[in-house]
């Protein structure tokens, strides 16, 4: 495997569901970071963990919950989940945080869908 | 507070046919002003990092450019491969901001 992968790459759950999405960088990166991508509407940042630690979030409902382990891993717990929150998620990974000079590499993405 | 702005919001091009896309900022400290391209269903690919105003860089057809308020990213001849949503993001203090991308249709 190579750059960012992200599983699964697609999901339907419902409303009372609890279930994770998981990413991994192969990039040897210190930096890890999740985005919502509705229709329309920009990139929106989650969350944003450096060095294993979370260093951002950016007002998200609790029914998100992020977990890093380490440096190359990723997951995004998902549980009662409202139908607004189906979107693209994005996982990407930076060199380090660096105070947004460094570029970020993406993963495929998964497309969520909560009936 | 730190805004990113992209125009236009849609573009549809003959092959061959060059054309620009803006994204206008403002900032209070700019880190790097970055451009991926984002196919459907896919996450944005990594084009380009500029970090100051003059600076250019170039890939193929495409050429970015930066100014103090704007950068362009300019797409010469364009080919139907080309067609896909074109994002440009704001680094500032340890994070991207991203403008909502302009979809480029590129037509034989």
């Known amino acids: 495997e190579t750059g960012v992968t992200q599983t699964p790459r697609h999901l339907v759950m419902g409303m009372t569901n609890k279930k994770s999405l998981k990413c991994e960088q192969h990039?040897?990166?210190?930096?890890m970071y999740w985005y919502k991508q509705s229709a329309k509407k920009p990139l929106e940042l989650m969350f944003v963990?450096?060095?294993?630690?979370?260093?951002e979030n950016n007002s998200v409902p609790s029914r998100f919950s992020p977990e890093c382990p380490n440096s190359s891993h990723l997951f995004l717990h998902l549980h009662t989940l409202q139908p607004e929150d189906s979107a693209l998620y994005l996982c990407?990974?930076?060199?380090?945080?660096?105070?947004?000079?460094?570029?970020?590499?993406f993963g495929p993405g998964t497309r969520l869908t909560v009936l | 507070e730190d805004q990113v702005t992209q125009s236009p919001e849609a573009l549809r091009l003959q092959e061959g046919e060059s054309s620009s896309l803006n994204c206008s900022y403002t900032?209070?400290?700019?880190?790097?002003l970055f451009w991926y391209r984002q196919d459907p269903g896919k996450g944005p690919e990594f084009l380009f990092t500029?970090?100051?105003a003059g600076e250019e860089k170039e890939k193929e057809r495409l050429k970015a450019t930066l100014t103090k308020k704007e950068s362009f990213l300019h797409i010469t001849a364009p080919k139907p491969e080309d067609s896909a949503t074109y994002l440009c993001?704001?680094?500032?203090?340890?994070?991207?901001?991203f403008g909502a991308g302009t979809q480029v249709v590129v037509t034989p």
């Open positions: 963990y450096n060095f294993k630690e979370q260093t």
């Open positions: 900032v209070s400290g700019l880190r790097g």
């Open positions: 500029l970090y100051s």
């Open positions: 990407a990974s930076s060199q380090d945080e660096a105070g947004g000079y460094n570029e970020q590499f």
């Open positions: 990039l040897g990166h210190n930096a």
């Open positions: 993001a704001l680094g500032s203090w340890g994070k991207l901001q």
